[in-house]
């Protein structure tokens, strides 16, 4: 998207006007660990390592330029530009991975999600069409589904279908509600 290689560029023209101003000898070397960030994770490998090598690029001309007024550090400010450069990589690249591996995993969760809705539709159609009587019921004897073969057999007409009710709201629906507090208790279907 144009929209975060513009929001990175941004970040990395005031990180690096920050930088190569350095007022009170601040290293401001660490926040660009913020636009690699954003690149790694929002973007492609190639936006994650294009900003690692954008950044490196710019931490390298800053000690050139500083190599320039000061040349007896000129060593030790390559150094630590090239090992920042590079940390800024192998963060690139772990951090993109991880990115998409987490968005492998929540598209895999999204199919099975859908997978499960389907079968729940599956499972719903065929207890509709079952000429035995099913009850879904819970261990505190409330109906969550009923088929219409079960209506019958409970005396409901066809309007209460949809209704939710609890299975001791009958007299004479005592034996049912015993068979359902022993399956219960008994742990088997």
Known sequence: DPQWVSTIGVDLVAFSTL????????NYSPLFALPVLMGSVLGSG?????????????????AWALSLHFPAETAARFLQAGLTGTGYFALALLVNQLAAR????????RQGQRA??????????VIETLADG????????????????????LGFARADRKARFALTAQP???QLVALAQATFLQGRP
């Open 19 to 26: 930088q190569f101003l350095q007022a009170g000898g601040i």
């Open 116 to 125: 499960a809705r389907v079968q729940a539709q599956v499972n719903e159609l």
């Open 46 to 62: 190639l936006l994650a390592l294009g900003t690692a090598a954008a950044v490196t690029l710019l931490l390298l001309s800053d």
């Open 134 to 153: 099913v009850l879904v019921v819970d261990a505190k004897c409330r109906v969550h589904a009923v088929n219409p073969a079960a209506q019958l057999l």
């Open 102 to 109: 987490l968005a492998r995993v929540e598209l895999a969760a």
């Open 172 to 174: 004479r629906w005592k």
